[in-house]
Every structure is written in C-alpha cells, then in structure tokens.
C-alpha cells in the first residue's frame, strides 16, 4: 500500500526534495504529477490555494509548504532521523532551510535555474541572458554564505545528512548543469564535494528529473 501521495511537477527542486526525505526514509509514495500551466486550475488550488507544489496527502490529511512537509515526514517517520538532536545543529539546519527559500530560490534558483534549465527544457524558450547576467552578483554572494556554512563539515548541519541537505541538494544540483556553475560553484570545492556525496545517495539517483518524469509517465 503507498502510504503517501506527492503532488508535484516533474523537475521541481522543491518537489524532488520531498521524494528525497521519502526515499531516506524508505517509505512508499507516489507521485500525482501536476502538469505545467494547471497550478491555477481549480483542483490545484483545492491542494494549494497559493497554486504551488508541492503538496503532501498523507491518507486523508493533506499538508503544502516544502519545509512543513519535512518536518512532518520528519515526525511521522523518526528513524533515521534528518533533524540532527543537537539543538546548535538542529537550529544550523533551520538556518541552511531558511536560506534556501529567502535567498537561494529568489533572485537566484527562480531566475537563473528558470532561464538556463526550466524555461528551456519544458517550454522550449530560450533564456534571457540579460536576466540572468543581472542575477550572478546575488548568486556569488549566496553561494559564498553556503560554502561558509559548510565549512570543513561533511554536511550542512554536522556529520549526517539532515533536511537541510536535503533541501540544498535538489536546488544546487540545477546549477551543476549550467555555464555559470563554474563562476558559482568553482571558488567553493567543498561545496561542489559535498553537491557529489549527496548526488551519490541512492535517494538522489532515483529522485532524478528524468526518473520523476517517467514516475510522472506511469502516474
């Protein structure tokens, strides 16, 4: 029996991050792809009343927002756990997920991942190059508080895998296919070595944006 159902669209770094907490835990899911340009349709927004993915059921309780939905995995499925028990960690964790939706995503992943990967490989548009030339400065500075974070640490908040992991790794692998990784990426090898453990995990190999679309393909 699949025990949860996430609504999301194929390629979505958010949604890929709720499979991926799935797939740590060794749960059973499915996903209920939510087609490009539906996200106002009225039975999306019966899931989400903002029109965003991705949304989590859980039987008959239904929950949207990407850091909620971890945290309920989190609780619902304690073992092993990816909130780390220290509290200074725990709140470093916070921290590394909060950075992720202020600043990583806007101005930085909803505009240069939007340009160089989304907008080409689902719409077919080319990307608007002013628009991303004028995002790097934002970019560089986001990517060198990351590599702060990380520090010398294996991962970003102490030595095992936490949600903030989980998180970045979805966000950050965008830029992995792109021209600007090298600008973005290259001054931080930490972080590019840390980005190539967590690609390694079996639960980001099987939560690839080709592996999605064909879970999309079987929905």
Same mark, same amino acid.
């Given at each position: ?5 996430? @609504? ?10 709720? #499979? ?27 899931? @989400? ?47 590394? #997920? ?68 989980? #998180? ?52």
């Amino acid at each position: 029996m699949t025990d949860f159902v996430v @609504h999301s669209i194929p390629g979505s770094p958010y949604g890929r991050a709720v #499979m991926v907490a799935l797939e740590e835990k060794g749960a059973s899911y499915r996903l209920s792809p939510v087609a490009p340009g539906t996200f106002r349709s009225p039975e999306h927004l019966a899931r @989400h009343p903002l029109g965003k993915v991705p949304v989590l059921d859980h039987g008959d309780y239904r929950l949207y927002e990407t850091q909620a939905i971890l945290r309920y995995l989190d609780r619902v499925l304690p073992r092993p756990a990816l909130t780390p028990a220290d509290p200074r960690m725990a709140g470093r964790m916070d921290q590394a #997920m909060n950075i992720n939706d202020c600043y990583l995503f806007n101005g930085v992943s909803n505009t240069i991942g939007l340009q160089r990967v989304v907008l080409p490989r689902v719409m077919g548009v080319a990307p608007d190059e002013a628009i991303i030339a004028a995002a790097m400065p934002r970019a560089k500075e986001v990517f060198a508080v990351l590599a702060n974070q990380l520090g010398q640490g294996p991962y970003f908040a102490g030595d095992a895998v936490s949600l903030a992991d989980v #998180m970045l790794a979805p966000q950050l692998d965008f830029f992995r296919e792109i021209p600007e990784w090298e600008a973005l990426g290259g001054p931080h090898p930490r972080l590019g070595a840390w980005l190539d453990r967590m690609n390694a995990r079996p639960s980001l190999v099987k939560t690839t944006w080709a592996k999605v679309a064909d879970m999309a393909k079987a929905a």
